[in-house]
């Protein structure tokens, strides 16, 4: 079994910059998607970034599009989500999402972490 384990959040000023990653709890065979999500209490989960290592395409929501910025590699463990000019509305929790391969004869799956906290606030 394999979990994957966000950390980097905290406290930032606004304005300020902080750099999340997502790791694996173990040898995982290879990552063919990462993205992130942030949800606020009582709100809907919301996608932020992906980054496809199929076809190496990156997306991102329109909100942080040019300062936030995803990277990963397919057999990498790790996997990083580095956010600049944060705003106290961007004050969330954020997850990490993989679908991947655990091993070389496993199955596409699709994990989540457990989350990490991001404040921004002066």
């Known amino acids: 079994q394999v979990h994957f384990v966000e950390s980097g959040g905290g406290w930032v000023e606004p304005g300020g910059s902080l750099s999340l990653s997502c790791a694996a709890s173990?040898?995982?065979?290879?990552?063919?998607?990462m993205a992130w999500f942030r949800q606020a209490p009582g709100k809907e989960r919301e996608f932020v970034a992906s980054l496809d290592n199929v076809d190496r395409s990156e997306n991102y929501t329109e909100s942080v599009k040019g300062r936030f910025f995803i990277s990963g590699g397919v057999f990498g463990t790790t996997g990083d989500l580095q956010m600049n000019s944060l705003k106290p509305e961007e004050t969330d929790v954020y997850y990490c999402n993989v679908e991947g391969w655990f091993t070389e004869d496993s199955g596409r799956e699709d994990y989540w972490g457990k989350g990490t906290l991001v404040i921004v606030s002066s």
């Open positions: 173990r040898r995982f065979f290879g990552v063919a998607k």
